[in-house]
Structures are given as C-alpha cells and as structure tokens.
C-alpha cells in the first residue's frame, strides 16, 4: 500500500542534496557539489514517502502494449483525449497518452486516490498544477520515447527533457534563442561536443523556466544564462529581475538525453526513480 502524502514542515540548510544506494531502505544523502555521488535511477514501480524537504523524480518508458495504452487512456479526462485525437501521427498520439495517463497514475499514488479522479486547474501561463487546496507539485516532460515527473510536497518544480538528436542545427538555434554570449561560446566547441553543450544548455534553461511557472514565453530562453563550458554538477539560477527565484541542476544520465530538474522552494533533496511495471 502506498502511503499518501504527510509532509511535515520543516527546511535544511543546504539547497540539494543527491540521493545514492540500492533501495530506498539504504539510502544516503550527501551534498550536491561532492564529486564523489554516484547518482543513479533506482527502480521501483511504488513512490516513497515525500517528505516536505524532497522532489522525487521518476522517469519512465512511453513504449507500451496497445492493452497498457488503452488502460492509460481510460482514466484521461476531456481535455487530454481532445488533444490525443487532434494529434495525427500514431506515435505522437502514444506518447501523449502514456505520458498523461502515468502522470496521472503517479500523483494517484502519492495522494492515495484514483488516477481518473486527479483534477487539474492552471497557472495564469498554462502551467498545470492540482485543483483544490493541494500542497503536492508536479511538472511532466516528454521526448522521443522517455518522459519524467518531477513531485514536490510543498516546492514548485519544473524538469525538462530533450532526446539529443543528431539531425540539430544546433548553432543556429544557439543564435535564434540563446544569449550572444552563450552562442559564441557554443561557436568554439567542436562539431562532436557542440550537440551535447546545445541541449544540455536548452535543458537548464526550460527547467528553470517551468520552475518559475512562467514557462517559454518570448524570448524566455533569452533570459536565463548558463555557461555551456559549465561542469555537469553545477547549480544553476535564475539571475535577471523579473524573475522569480529558482535553482537547478542535471538529472543523473539518461543514454542519449539531456535532462534538468529545478525548484522553487526549500526542497534540500532529490530522489531519482525509474518507474517498473508492477507484475
């Protein structure tokens, strides 16, 4: 049985901690600059406790049976299965279904319900957030056939996802969107490193703009600077006026991915899941 959530109000002095070991029973924290964390997705198909200085993060799979899909698409509300059906290609249809439905399956989880029965309003710029007087945060990102949840007890969070194409005109984009600083950094790496850099950058950039709420407006991506030369294990931080306060930093590894998770709050530490079908 899952246990709902109970958080109990209280804060840590440091920002992030990372969260290592075999099972949730063994686990250790230690502080997020220490180079020696070997961070990695611990698989479980039930969430932990959320305690009130955590973000749990799952990552899971969006290739399903057409029976698992089909579950999934049974506890969707209106809204989602209008955007389904105006989707046109299968794949994309899939992928928004799976990614919706497990949202939903997740946040049932940690508030002891039915995934059919969560209900959701949003922010006055789309972010999607839990009607009622919930405590509990969420925020969903998605690409090629990978999708996270980040959850928070009290914390708002954004975490974004990018499959790491090779088929990226990644300089071009780098001068559209990106700050001219960041841009000619980007113009110095080699053609091999520039991808990684590029979506590694865009990554920060969104996850931090999804933890603030406001999401990418115009010229969002333009106001936040993140070093592309910058160690993997950096925080990073909302810095231009107008912004609300907001701290990142990289998920663990994911082949082929560029992932970052940010917060607004004083959530101290991370868990990170890759969710298992129960059998």
Not at 7 to 21: A, K, M, N
Not at 112 to 117: I, K, L
Not at 208 to 237: C, F, M, N
Request: aromatic content about 8%; glycine content about 6%.
């Amino acid at each position: 049985m899952v246990t709902p959530l109970a958080p109990s109000w209280h804060r840590r002095d440091r920002f992030w901690l990372c969260t290592i070991g075999v099972s949730f029973h063994q686990t250790r924290l230690l502080p997020i600059m220490s180079t020696h964390a070997q961070e990695h997705w611990i698989p479980t198909s039930r969430p932990p406790q959320l305690n009130a200085d955590e973000i749990h993060v799952w990552r899971f799979s969006l290739r399903h049976s057409a029976d698992r899909v089909a579950e999934l698409k049974r506890c969707l509300n209106a809204d989602e299965l209008r955007r389904a059906q105006r989707l046109t290609r299968d794949d994309a249809r899939r992928r928004h279904i799976v990614s919706h439905g497990m949202m939903r399956t997740l946040l049932a989880a940690y508030l002891g319900g039915n995934a059919a029965d969560v209900e959701f309003d949003r922010g006055i710029y789309g972010k999607p957030y839990l009607a009622g007087a919930h405590v509990l945060q969420f925020n969903l990102s998605n690409s090629a056939d990978v999708a996270l949840l980040a959850v928070s007890a009290n914390c708002e969070v954004g975490v974004d996802l990018e499959y790491m194409r090779d088929n990226i005109a990644a300089l071009k984009l780098a001068r559209r969107f990106f700050l001219k600083a960041e841009a000619d950094a980007l113009e110095t790496i080699s053609p091999a490193e520039r991808r990684q850099a590029f979506f590694l950058s865009w990554t920060r950039k969104e996850a931090l703009l999804k933890g603030t709420g406001e999401g990418i407006r115009k010229g969002g991506l333009g106001r936040i600077y993140t070093p592309v030369h910058a160690a993997p294990d950096s925080i990073w931080q909302t810095s231009e006026d107008g912004l609300k306060p907001c701290r990142a930093r990289d998920l663990p590894p994911i082949p082929d991915y560029a992932a970052c998770i940010a917060v607004r709050g004083g959530a101290t530490a991370l868990r990170c899941m890759s969710y298992n079908e129960p059998n």
